[in-house]
């Protein structure tokens, strides 16, 4: 269609001639209202950024002489938002003298990817970076599709009501092995 019947024809619609591919061989154009196809686009972009997933960057931060409680309680949280989606960044800080027993801090590093090798994968390999060590894991790929959704949404009613919780009830302490022991 010629542009002057197009032109024409849009006014004598009370619509907009609105060009859709200019980089096509003829240009394309549509008879539509313009306001309308702004308003559906930035519906399309709202939609799209909904489904859009943010992967944030979580820290554990370990010291040389960190012992192995705290490890296991740090490397449980890691395990934890790995599943979630989130990579996470173990980083070990030297100071003063540590510098130079830098292998402890090698061999937590290497002990956490041990521990992790089930639901992550090493995207940065240990390393220095001033008086840090640290390395940066990322959720393994078969671990993300069994991931839970986000949130509820309007179109999936709640199925099951929520649960009363019962009181806690508090367990008897396990009596000591030797009397004279004291921790």
């Not at 521990?115 to 959720?139: H, N, R, W």
């Amino acid at each position: 269609m010629d542009t002057r019947d197009a032109v024409q024809e849009a006014r004598r619609r009370g619509v907009d001639l609105v060009e859709i591919a200019p980089n096509a061989q003829p240009p394309v154009c549509k008879i539509i209202d313009y306001g309308k196809f702004l308003y559906e686009q930035k519906k399309k972009a709202h939609e799209a950024k909904k489904k859009q997933v943010t992967v944030q960057v979580k820290e554990i931060k370990f010291r040389p002489g960190t012992d192995e409680h705290d490890y296991s309680y740090r490397m449980k949280h890691a395990r934890e938002w790995l599943s979630e989606g989130d990579k996470v960044r173990a980083a070990i800080a030297f100071r003063g003298r540590e510098m130079t027993h830098r292998e402890l801090g090698a061999k937590i590093l290497a002990k956490l990817t041990a521990d992790l090798t089930d639901v992550a994968e090493v995207e940065v390999s240990p390393k220095m970076e001033g008086y840090q060590m640290f390395t940066i894991f990322v959720p393994k790929k078969a671990k993300l599709e069994k991931k839970k959704p986000a949130g509820h949404t309007t179109d999936q009613p709640n199925s099951e009501p929520e649960k009363k919780r019962e009181p806690r009830t508090e367990k008897p302490l396990a009596p000591a092995k030797d009397p004279d022991e004291i921790f």
